[in-house]
T-cell receptor, first 115, second 113 residues
């Protein structure tokens, strides 16, 4: 089945220690998104890639970076995690950026714990 | 700016009872509306969406939602729920011509035997 895969499902890191979360997709979609979701809150868009073009949300902290080396993979790098960065991180894809109509396809998420 | 409010954080209901999950949005332009469902240990997946045309949209598993422009609502309903409908449901909105989707905080539906 075509899908969006996130590894690992749970990630524990130490305060200030860089961490990378991974996402891969077999859907061959052009767009990949990263969302942050804190407990009982809405998923919040951090950034997205349209093909190789990177688009950062205005309020995404500089501490968060992303890489997309090819169509299938996208990484979320947190350079110096703080306690406030503990959250579920969701990766999603969509076929295109078709004027708001596109369905997004989500991975199961990676839960990050910062000690 | 767009926003989405899901009025209930948790909705417990008995099996075979009807359910309504409420969603209100705000936007100054035309919108598209979505309901996503997240089953335990899985990613969000699309349940149904409204783009244009008939204001009543249906999913394959018996849910329906009605776009009400005057009340800026997109409530999700099912006349008779099953245990397997236990999940978290997210309402989302995107602006026509835009690319960004805004999600609500989710409603946890608990279906009890």
């Amino acid at each position: 089945d075509a899908m969006v895969i996130q590894n690992p499902r749970y990630q524990v890191t130490q305060f200030g220690k860089p961490v990378t979360l991974s996402c891969s997709q077999t859907l061959n979609h052009n767009v990949m998104y990263w969302y942050q979701q804190k407990s009982s809150q809405a998923p919040k868009l951090l950034f997205h890639y349209y093909d190789k073009d990177f688009n950062n949300e205005a309020d995404t902290p500089d501490n968060f970076q992303s890489r997309r080396p090819n169509t299938s993979f996208c990484f979320l790098d947190i350079r110096s995690p703080g306690l406030g960065d503990a959250a579920m991180y969701l990766c999603a894809t969509s076929r295109d950026l078709l004027a708001g109509e596109e369905t997004q396809y989500f991975g199961p998420g990676t839960r990050l714990l910062v000690l | 700016a767009q926003s989405v409010t899901q009025l209930d954080s948790q909705v417990p209901v008995f099996e075979e009872a009807p359910v309504e999950l409420r969603c209100n949005y705000s936007s100054s332009v035309s919108v598209y509306l979505f309901w996503y469902v997240q089953y335990p240990n899985q990613g969000l997946q699309l349940l149904l969406k409204y783009l244009s045309g008939s204001t009543l949209v249906e999913s394959i598993n018996g849910f329906e939602a009605e776009f009400n422009k005057s009340q800026t609502s997109f409530h999700l309903r099912k006349p008779s729920v099953h245990i397997s409908d236990t999940a978290e449901y997210f309402c989302a909105v995107s602006e026509a011509g835009g690319f960004k989707t805004i999600f609500g905080a989710g409603t946890r539906l608990f279906v009890k035997a």
